[in-house]
């Protein structure tokens, strides 16, 4: 006769609940920990104490809101790393402040974005200028990719402008209201007329509301009217530029210090957040 022991029996039940149990909760808690999507910040750094001043900036806030959001971000200045085996490991790529030179990494960024990869970039990204420390020698990029060309002019001092959302339903600015005031920022215009192009979608530019934008001292910093886009995407890539980028500097005080910042403005980041969750989803 087989004698039970019910006592031993029921914590052995009991034991293997609560190893499922703790299983289910490990496999729950990977799951969560798995980010979203993954961002790559490539900055230089060094051209430019605003721009080096928004690099900073831009590193610690996309650090805070991957945090907030379940996404990794991580950032670098070796553009070395501008490789296909590199790239492997995101989904989304940030131009801080530059664009790569060389040849071999030009061509990684590329094939990156023609194989379905996400990019972001802000103000300096596009700029071009020949002949100038940033020639225009890579018509992919500044004519087909952005579809700016090379730059036209900028406006001085950096100055806060109130923008126009051009296209209310686009998911990177459907949150947007009808207009906005901006942070101060050096606003570009370019060579290429981007309203001729058929690939580009323009999402943001400059209300006439503005005018006169800058503050010179030179003529020619101060605008007074015309059509100038400040954020657009590409029809034939996961792609958003943004002209933002260029935080305002004491430099008549001789303090280098800041005077105002790209990230404090909450109407703004809902663009880039908004533009975040929109590249980062899969093709």
Not at 161 to 168: G, H, N, Q, S, Y
Not at 173 to 192: D, G, M, V
Not at 243 to 260: A, F, Q, T, V
């Amino acid at each position: 006769m087989i004698r039970i022991n019910c006592c031993k029996i029921t914590f052995l039940i009991r034991l293997n609940l609560l190893a499922l149990l703790m299983l289910f909760s490990f496999s729950l808690s990977a799951q969560s920990l798995k980010p979203k999507f993954r961002v790559i910040g490539f900055y230089t750094g060094i051209n430019d104490k605003a721009h080096v001043s928004f690099v900073h900036e831009a590193n610690r806030w996309f650090a805070g809101l991957a945090r907030k959001m379940q996404f990794s971000y991580d950032s670098t200045k070796n553009w070395e790393n501008l490789n296909s085996e590199f790239l492997k490991n995101y989904e989304i790529v940030l131009f801080l402040d530059s664009r790569p030179d060389k040849q071999e990494q030009r061509v990684a960024f590329e094939q990156f974005m023609k194989g379905g990869g996400a990019w972001m970039g802000f103000h300096f990204a596009a700029f071009a200028l020949t002949p100038s420390d940033f020639p225009q020698n890579w018509n992919w990029y500044h004519n087909e990719f952005l579809g700016a060309g090379e730059y036209k002019g900028n406006t001085w001092r950096p100055t806060a402008a109130i923008l126009r959302v051009e296209r209310p339903h686009h998911p990177a600015s459907q949150h947007l209201p009808p207009t906005f005031k901006a942070s101060p920022n050096e606003w570009y215009s370019w060579k290429n007329d981007l309203r001729k192009n058929p690939d580009i979608d323009i999402l943001l530019s400059i209300d006439p509301s503005s005018f006169p934008l800058g503050t010179g001292p030179k003529a020619w910093e101060i605008w007074h009217k015309g059509d100038y886009p400040v954020v657009w995407t590409n029809r034939k890539y996961r792609m958003l530029y943004i002209n933002m980028g260029h935080n305002d500097i004491d430099y008549e005080g001789k303090m280098n210090r800041d005077l105002s910042q790209t990230f404090t403005n909450d109407i703004q980041n809902k663009l880039v957040i908004d533009a975040l969750k929109w590249l980062g989803k899969q093709k």
